[in-house]
């Protein structure tokens, strides 16, 4: 899968804690390798955002994203469910 980082993802990125970073950089490899691993819990939103998905960074933290091509995607944003109301 090739993930590529939109400019709203990286400012939001930026502004997390270190510790928090690490776990991000952790769950994106492994979505990298398997979006659909167990323990993301990759879905498709619905409603404004019926285009785009999003996997669980923890419980707290999720990253919507969007399909670009069959094995490409952009990562939109990084926050809390707050980040649903974009």
Same mark, same amino acid.
């Given at each position: 899968?090739?993930? *590529?980082? @939109? +400019?709203?993802?990286?400012?939001?990125?930026?502004?997390? +804690? %270190?510790?928090?970073?690490? $776990?991000? %950089? $952790?769950?994106? &490899? !492994?979505? @990298? $390798?398997? +979006? =659909?691993?167990?323990?993301? %819990?990759?879905?498709?939103?619905? =409603?404004?955002?019926?285009?785009?998905? *999003?996997? @669980? #960074?923890?419980? &707290?933290?999720?990253?919507?994203?969007? /399909?670009? =091509?069959?094995? $490409? #995607?952009? !990562? !939109?944003?990084? =926050?809390?469910?707050?980040? /649903? %109301? !974009?």
């Amino acid at each position: 899968m090739i993930v *590529s980082y @939109s +400019p709203s993802f990286i400012r939001q990125y930026k502004k997390l +804690p %270190k510790d928090l970073k690490e $776990e991000v %950089k $952790e769950k994106i &490899a !492994l979505f @990298s $390798e398997n +979006p =659909g691993h167990p323990f993301l %819990k990759t879905h498709k939103l619905s =409603g404004r955002l019926k285009d785009r998905f *999003s996997f @669980s #960074v923890n419980y &707290a933290y999720r990253i919507v994203f969007q /399909y670009l =091509g069959k094995d $490409e #995607v952009v !990562l !939109l944003c990084i =926050g809390d469910h707050d980040i /649903y %109301k !974009l």
